[in-house]
């Protein structure tokens, strides 16, 4: 069954630090996302990527965060100049269509521990 | 906008008896409702998925999820719990207007006793 990787599974950075995480979304899926879950709470929506842009983010995904899809099979999250309160696990999600209709396939998450 | 609520933060059941997560939700649209697993140190399954097709919805593992619009409600339910399905579990709501982001619920962690 097609898979979303995600990479590295586990990241120490310190704080101030730029941190890439990086995703390879199922292959013909369009529709990509970035989600958080800092521990012991829910799961956060940071931002949604169609066509080469960004279709919607939340108020989490600031300045400091930007997504990027540079060869048409990676899909990558990058936080500029990482705070202690990033720490968390990143989840990136792809689906087929709008996930009003499918739903998302979900990786198995980047933990980011900023120290 | 959209919202939804998992009424219960845990649920203790012993193993062969049945399941019950509640999850109620609120949306501005027609809404498209789903389930999500996330087991220990795992990533998140997609158990099941309503979308305005049929309201008794069945997913992997046994699982299934009634969609009641009346009582804004999707309940997820299995007859006989397995230890295999101690984790956390997630209900999610998607939204016409709303359709690049999904909101997800607290989550409600099942513990299953042997």
């Known amino acids: 069954e097609p898979e979303v990787t995600q990479t590295p599974s586990h990241q120490v950075t310190q704080m101030g630090q730029e941190v890439i995480l990086r995703c390879v979304p199922i292959s013909n899926h369009l529709y990509f996302y970035w989600y958080r879950q800092i521990l012991g709470q829910k799961v956060e929506f940071l931002v949604s990527f169609y066509n080469n842009e960004i279709s919607e983010k939340s108020e989490i995904f600031d300045d400091q965060f930007s997504v990027e899809r540079p060869d048409g099979s990676n899909f990558t999250l990058k936080i500029r100049s990482t705070k202690l309160e990033d720490s968390a696990m990143y989840f990136c999600?792809?689906?087929?269509?709008?996930?009003?209709?499918?739903?998302?396939?979900f990786g198995s998450g980047t933990r980011l521990t900023v120290v | 906008a959209q919202s939804v609520t998992q009424l219960d933060s845990h649920v203790s059941v012993s193993e062969g008896t049945p399941v019950l997560l509640r999850c109620n939700y609120s949306?501005?649209?027609?809404?498209?409702l789903f389930w999500y697993v996330q087991h220990p140190n795992k990533g998140l399954q997609l158990l099941l998925k309503?979308?305005?097709?049929?309201?008794l919805v069945k997913g992997i593992n046994g699982f299934e999820a009634e969609f009641k619009k009346s009582e804004t409600s999707f309940h997820l339910t299995k007859p006989s719990a397995h230890m295999s399905d101690a984790a956390e579990y997630f209900c999610v709501v998607s939204d016409g207007a709303n359709a690049g982001k999904s909101t997800f619920g607290d989550g409600t962690t099942l513990t299953v006793k042997p």
């Open positions: 999600a792809s689906s087929v269509g709008r996930p009003g209709g499918h739903g998302y396939t």
């Open positions: 309503y979308t305005s097709a049929a309201t």
């Open positions: 949306s501005s649209y027609s809404p498209s």
